[in-house]
């Protein structure tokens, strides 16, 4: 199935430490969304970026649409223990409501 | 408001059998899609309805197949169940209508379906 390339695959991080992680297709896309996934429950939806070069910040979360419409990143300040999860971007197909998903980075955060 | 909702939230099947989940989108939205997660293939796209009528269509077999209702109710069926439609199935609320913000996609607790 179709999935994004998204790196890093999983992350050990330090309590206050920042994170980037990315994505990146070869497909163009219209909307990426960033999500949060914990065990046993349904992807929360974090940010979402609508035009290329758009910068949104939701906390201590900040995402950025790539001009070229085929990458995004997520940056998370300060990370705390409660950001451990699974991080997964989403690009809409153009015309559509597919969404294709990336393939997830397990964060985990050192206390 | 309240959010997506999925029913049943777990089910044992046996192989060949068939199963039926259910999703109740957020209030007004109109469009539903449904997706399939498992560790090695991840979040797959299966099929998007928006007003009773299929939108879009991922790719998988014609055994899974789905249907809306005019509440925006959505079912997913899958029928003759193989070991390995084991998953855990989202289903994901749009309000559908074309707006830039009425593209973000909210999704439920997903239904864990395991086939023995």
């Known amino acids: 199935g179709q999935q994004l390339n998204q790196s890093p695959q999983s992350m050990f991080i330090q309590e206050g430490e920042d994170v980037s992680m990315n994505c990146t297709s070869s497909?163009?896309?219209?909307?990426w969304l960033w999500y949060k996934q914990d065990p046993g429950e349904g992807p929360v939806l974090l940010i979402a970026?609508?035009?290329?070069?758009e910068l949104t910040s939701n906390g201590r979360l900040t995402a950025q649409f790539g001009i070229t419409r085929k990458d995004s990143f997520l940056n998370i300040s300060a990370s705390i223990p409660s950001d451990v999860g699974i991080y997964f971007c989403?690009?809409?197909?153009?015309?559509?409501?597919?969404?294709?998903f990336g393939t997830g980075t397990r964060l985990k955060v050192l206390a | 408001k309240a959010g997506v909702t999925q029913t049943p939230r777990y089910l044992i099947k046996t192989r060949g059998q068939q199963v039926t989940l259910s999703c109740s989108p957020i209030?007004?939205?109109?469009?539903v899609s449904w997706y399939q997660q498992t560790p090695g293939q991840g979040l797959q796209f299966l099929f998007e309805?928006?007003?009773?009528?299929?939108?879009n269509k991922g790719n998988f077999p014609g055994r899974f197949s789905g249907r809306q209702f005019s509440n925006s109710r959505s079912e997913m069926n899958v029928s003759t169940l193989e070991l390995g439609d084991s998953a855990l199935y989202l289903c994901a609320s749009t309000e559908g209508t074309g707006r830039d913000a009425d593209t973000e996609a909210f999704f439920g607790q997903g239904t864990r379906l395991t086939v023995v």
């Open positions: 970026l609508y035009k290329a070069g």
């Open positions: 497909s163009i896309f219209n909307t």
């Open positions: 989403a690009g809409r197909l153009p015309g559509t409501y597919k969404y294709i």
């Open positions: 209030s007004g939205h109109r469009s």
């Open positions: 309805y928006f007003s009773e009528t299929q939108r």
